[in-house]
């Protein structure tokens, strides 16, 4: 009985450790998307403001 019980014990202990590891890498994924979303807007919103710039010279090179 007491060996079943450090078998059960030790599968489960085992099955934590593989749903840990797999939580921590999804993570790890998951910051990196953030990451390249964040870069991916700040490049937008840069593309954004120059083109404001520019159409907002050109209106003063006209009027």
């Not at 921590?24 to 990451?35: I, K, N, P």
């Amino acid at each position: 009985m007491d060996q079943l019980a450090f078998v059960a014990m030790g599968g489960i202990i085992f099955i934590l450790g593989v749903n840990c590891w797999l939580l921590w890498h999804g993570l790890r994924a998951l910051d990196d998307q953030v990451r390249l979303m964040r870069e991916t807007l700040q490049l937008e919103i840069h593309a954004v403001r120059d083109l404001m710039e520019e159409t907002e010279q050109r209106k003063k090179e006209r009027g």
